[in-house]
């Protein structure tokens, strides 16, 4: 089955502890986005990747971090969460590289809570 | 900076009506429209989208249309089913971008 998947889909942590959300699609997509849900925002875009090794900042990148070693995999990364990065949080794909605007396909979300 | 709205953030309809959803954008250069359906616990969920280039977009008992003039952009859904609750929002891209900008989102409900 097609799909993008997330883990952990629940986490609670503390302050200042490092965590990763994973995110992998089996559709060989090359794009690859990161998106936070807070009520009343909608979503914002976090990271993006357009392909292996190539990723940029979107709209709220402060406090996280990617990378892109393989085509299927586009961990996000808090190197030291803080309140503020309590949200939910969705891991989106796409055929192409999406300069020219193409469906996304999401994950089923990962709830952060920052304590 | 420019962004994607909804004029009502709860829509209720009788099942079996028609719905619209709208939404305003305000880049004049976003040539790419998408709607998006979510509901609860779950990822949002593609719908329809559609281009610049057209006005009138027809899928499944959805219908897309988009005024370019007035940067609108509308979901009209057919014979609205309970299973269609959930939070619609909108989203727009420009070309030569890789960005996408979201809508907050309608909460659509349907009365049995």
């Known amino acids: 089955e097609a799909q993008v998947t997330q883990n952990p889909r629940y986490l609670i942590t503390v302050t200042g502890k490092k965590l990763t959300v994973t995110c992998s699609q089996n559709?060989?997509?090359?794009?690859m986005s990161w998106y936070r849900q807070d009520p009343g925002l909608g979503l914002r875009q976090i990271y993006y990747?357009?392909?292996?090794?190539?990723?940029d900042k979107g709209d709220v990148p402060e406090g996280y971090k990617v990378s892109r070693k393989e085509k299927r995999n586009f961990p996000l990364i808090l190197e030291s969460p803080s309140p503020n990065q309590t949200s939910l949080y969705f891991c989106?794909?796409?055929?192409?590289?999406?300069?020219?605007?193409?469906?996304?396909?999401f994950g089923p979300g990962t709830r952060l809570l920052v304590l | 900076g420019e962004s994607v709205g909804l004029h009502l953030p709860t829509l209720s309809v009788q099942e079996g009506d028609n719905s619209i959803i709208n939404c305003a954008y305000s880049?004049?250069?976003?040539?790419?429209f998408i709607w998006y359906k979510q509901e609860s616990g779950k990822g949002p969920q593609f719908i329809i989208d559609?281009?610049?280039?057209?006005d009138k977009r027809q899928g499944q008992r959805v219908t897309v249309l988009l005024n370019k003039t007035v940067k609108h952009l509308s979901l009209q859904i057919a014979a609205t089913q309970p299973g269609d609750s959930a939070v619609y929002f909108c989203?727009?891209?420009?070309?030569?971008?890789?960005?996408?900008?979201f809508g907050t989102g309608t909460r659509l409900k349907v009365l049995a």
């Open positions: 990747s357009m392909n292996v090794e190539v990723t």
């Open positions: 880049n004049s250069a976003s040539d790419y």
């Open positions: 559709m060989n997509h090359e794009y």
């Open positions: 989106a794909s796409s055929l192409a590289g999406a300069s020219v605007g193409e469906t996304q396909y």
């Open positions: 989203a727009d891209h420009t070309s030569g971008t890789y960005k996408y900008i």
């Open positions: 559609i281009r610049s280039n057209m």
